[in-house]
């Protein structure tokens, strides 16, 4: 056998391609899931990012073939007594220095723990710079209502929000943190503060934001269904900057896009941060008082994420609607279709069919569209605030007029 062999032709990227790159240098360690098929978890998330220049270290917290949403996979979880081993061995060879931390979904409470002792560690190695090491928490929990994880990991992320930078809960976990159900923009907003001030975190975006109808003053059945994403940086003394950006709810079912938008929040947060002069080296990456919400480093950052999201969305959609049409579910059912797992089939073709469409879709990471009906707009987001002590002060001034009478 000739010891020669003809490389394969890789693509490279061009000058420009390189000169377009939106971050300085960024190392990240990611540490969430690992799928073979599909794009969740780190296999999302790490790619998303070194496609947009990051240099990312990927620690995987379970193996599996696919995602859960197929209701069916194989693989295995790391045990935190893994994770633990794995960061040791980047510390021996001194290949612990990364600018970023992600941190995604760990399969137990003892993970979660594991994962804290690393951050903490990553934390004090940066604590005499300022700004040089950012910690985005994903606290995957569960969603709608319900936890797909175990009871005792709650208190083990709420161990966690004071080492965190950023956290990115959807509303459930939102709710689950902070102990308060959302279901308008005023116990949204309590519950955002209630995070701010209770475990002093700097930033905060709630992910896939939706009231009921009677919630909000502008929907109707003029308006097409909302999503929003509702985000803070706090005040010096605590106290929210809030911004919401909404786009249209797409009609179909993906998963991965929370750590889409995690990854994509890293890079446009960092290339935000690092065009004010001093602010990365600001602990925390927190802009001063006087910046209004709309015009915070995460609000322009979300906005450009939601951008991106928002089109290759949209492209996925397309294509899963043609695979699933003419040549897919539309065409004769065959023998198997009409065994007894027809069903089963069926939701595996149509959950296959979803999976996110990124590789062919880099563009629109890069360079997220202006316009048109994926454009995100950032808008202050103004609630009525919630006076807790007024209304128990008049609770017990009725009390006490009662009593009189």
């Not at 990227?13 to 190392?27: A, Q």
């Not at 290949?95 to 970023?100: I, K, M, R």
């Not at 308008?184 to 109808?213: C, E, G, M």
């Not at 947060?269 to 995460?298: M, N, Y």
Request: hydrophobic share 40%; charged share 25%.
């Amino acid at each position: 056998m000739s010891s020669t062999f003809r490389a394969a032709k890789l693509p490279i990227m061009s000058t420009d391609d390189l000169n377009e790159l939106p971050v300085p240098e960024t190392r990240v360690l990611a540490i969430a899931s690992h799928v073979v098929y599909g794009y969740v978890g780190n296999t999302m998330a790490a790619f998303v990012m070194q496609a947009m220049g990051c240099e990312v270290a990927a620690l995987n917290t379970v193996h599996f073939s696919n995602h859960t949403g197929y209701k069916q996979w194989r693989g295995t979880r790391a045990s935190a007594e893994e994770i633990r081993d794995l960061y040791e061995g980047l510390q021996q060879s001194f290949l612990n220095e990364f600018d970023v931390m992600l941190t995604g979904y760990l399969p137990s409470a003892e993970a979660v723990d594991a994962v804290g002792t690393i951050g903490r560690d990553l934390k004090l190695k940066s604590s005499m710079k300022p700004g040089a090491f950012f910690w985005v928490l994903d606290p995957v929990m569960g969603d709608e209502g319900k936890l797909y994880v175990s009871e005792e990991v709650v208190p083990a992320y709420k161990n966690l929000l004071r080492d965190a930078d950023l956290i990115l809960p959807n509303q459930f976990e939102a709710e689950t943190l902070s102990g308060i159900r959302i279901t308008t923009p005023a116990t949204l907003q309590t519950a955002i503060s209630n995070l701010h001030k209770t475990h002093r975190l700097p930033h905060i975006i709630v992910t896939s934001v939706q009231f009921p109808p009677s919630a909000t003053t502008t929907t109707t059945s003029f308006f097409p269904p909302m999503l929003s994403v509702v985000g803070s940086t706090a005040l010096s003394d605590g106290t929210p900057r809030l911004f919401s950006i909404s786009v249209p709810a797409i009609d179909c079912f993906f998963s991965g896009t929370g750590d889409m938008f995690a990854a994509l929040t890293i890079v446009r947060l960092r290339e935000a941060v690092s065009a004010i002069t001093g602010l990365s080296t600001t602990k925390s990456w927190v802009s001063p008082d006087s910046v209004p919400a709309t015009e915070l480093p995460l609000a322009k950052a979300v906005e450009k994420v939601l951008s991106s999201m928002q089109v290759i969305l949209e492209k996925t959609k397309v294509t899963r609607d043609k695979a699933l049409g003419e040549g897919g579910m539309g065409r004769p059912l065959g023998i198997m279709e009409k065994e007894k797992d027809s069903e089963k089939r069926s939701h595996l073709r149509k959950t296959k069919a979803a999976e996110i469409k990124l590789v062919r879709n880099l563009d629109d990471l890069r360079r997220p569209p202006k316009g048109g009906k994926g454009r995100c707009v950032a808008v202050e987001f103004k609630v009525e605030e919630v006076k807790e002590e007024k209304k128990e002060k008049k609770e017990e001034e009725e009390e006490a007029g009662n009593g009189d009478s």
